[in-house]
């Protein structure tokens, strides 16, 4: 089973960076896409950014484009979500989740990680 553990998040102003990082455990992670979701307050879940373990391919919401990046790290089983030019409407709790390649939802889960940004 895989499992998730997130840290980084925080509280930044607006304009500013922040990472937040997952570290995976588990085995056969070639088999899995890994994502990171947020959810604010009174907000659906939203999908901001996942990576294809293996090939490393990326997808970043539109929302978020061109401010945040995905990245993985296979040696250290480390997802990042790198955020630059925050925004106060990227205030949330953030997930890191992971599924099987071709499942549609998300089955594995962390704790998630607050990230508040100051206006």
């Known amino acids: 089973q895989v499992q998730l553990v997130e840290s980084g998040g925080g509280l930044v102003q607006a304009g500013g960076s922040l990472r937040v990082s997952c570290a995976v455990s588990g085995d056969r992670l070639i088999n899995y896409v890994m994502g990171w979701l947020r959810q604010a307050p009174g907000k659906e879940r939203e999908v901001v950014a996942a990576?294809?373990?293996?090939?490393?391919?990326?997808y970043i919401a539109d929302s978020v484009k061109g401010r945040f990046t995905i990245s993985r790290d296979d040696a250290k089983k480390m997802v990042y979500l790198q955020m630059y030019s925050l925004k106060s409407e990227d205030t949330a709790v953030y997930y890191c989740a992971a599924k099987s390649r071709g499942a549609s939802e998300y089955h594995r889960w962390g704790q998630g990680t607050q990230v508040t940004v100051s206006s």
């Open positions: 990576i294809t373990w293996s090939e490393g391919r990326t």
